[in-house]
């Protein structure tokens, strides 16, 4: 399953839906990682709003594609991370580190909108 | 009177994971737990199938639902036949991993849930978890 990725300005955005397997993440790193070569987007949004839970691994790899991005100068933010999602996230010690995150895809693209005031 | 009900599913690959988890979900509302009981439930049941496909291949994932007049209770068995963990007291540790992911897996299922039991040999590892209500009267 291909997950899209929008482009808006310099900000591109893309959605995670429930059940992707690692193929469809590692398929999404290199696209992100293409589309940013290509465009030279400064900003990403991932949105996770339609997740209803966040396990370790997933928890992982977004810090991962986060660092991945941010490599190539892209600041990232997280999205719509559902309360008791974020809640189970804390418990199991396992909260998304080094990673910004934002109430919703609004607040998100505000983040990076604003600009420099997002630094890490 | 109480009604139980058993369900039993083979892990063997990723959707396999995706099915034993959109299951318990629906399990889990049925029987009324709340939405943070759930995601709590779900996320477990996702980390325990997870480590099955890491590091034993297969394995099965085992769901029993009990309910009575006054509670429910979900357990959950998930079993593999891989190596199995040769220090289980050191892998139940935070942030103690062997495969360099992250090392949150065991202890943080534990935090999750109510029960917690695991069993390992060299013929493989055998975690249960149990997570229940009480209903409102």
Known sequence: MKIPILKRGNILLTSLQEDLTDRDIVDLQEDLLDIIGETGSTGLVIDVTSLDRIDSYLSRILSQTAAMVGVLGCNVVISGIQPAVAMTLLEIGGALKNVKTALNLEHGIDMLLAGTNIES | ?137
């Open chain 2, 1 to 137: 009177m109480t009604i139980s009900r058993h369900n039993q599913l083979d892990i063997a690959s990723e959707r396999d994971i995706a099915l034993a988890m959109s299951q318990c979900r629906k399990l889990l509302t049925e029987m009324g737990f709340s939405e943070h009981q759930q995601v709590r439930y779900t996320t477990a049941v996702s980390e325990l199938t997870h480590n099955i496909i890491k590091y034993a291949d297969n394995g099965v994932c085992k769901f029993h639902t009990y309910m009575d007049q006054n509670r429910y209770e979900i357990e959950t068995i998930v079993e593999d036949n891989g190596p199995g963990i040769a220090d289980i007291e050191k892998a139940m540790e935070a942030g103690y991993s062997t495969s360099g992911t992250l090392g949150i897996g065991l202890s943080g299922v534990q935090n999750l849930v109510d029960k917690f039991l695991i069993t390992s040999t060299s013929k493989g590892t055998r975690v249960e978890i149990t997570m229940h209500g009480d209903r409102m009267t």
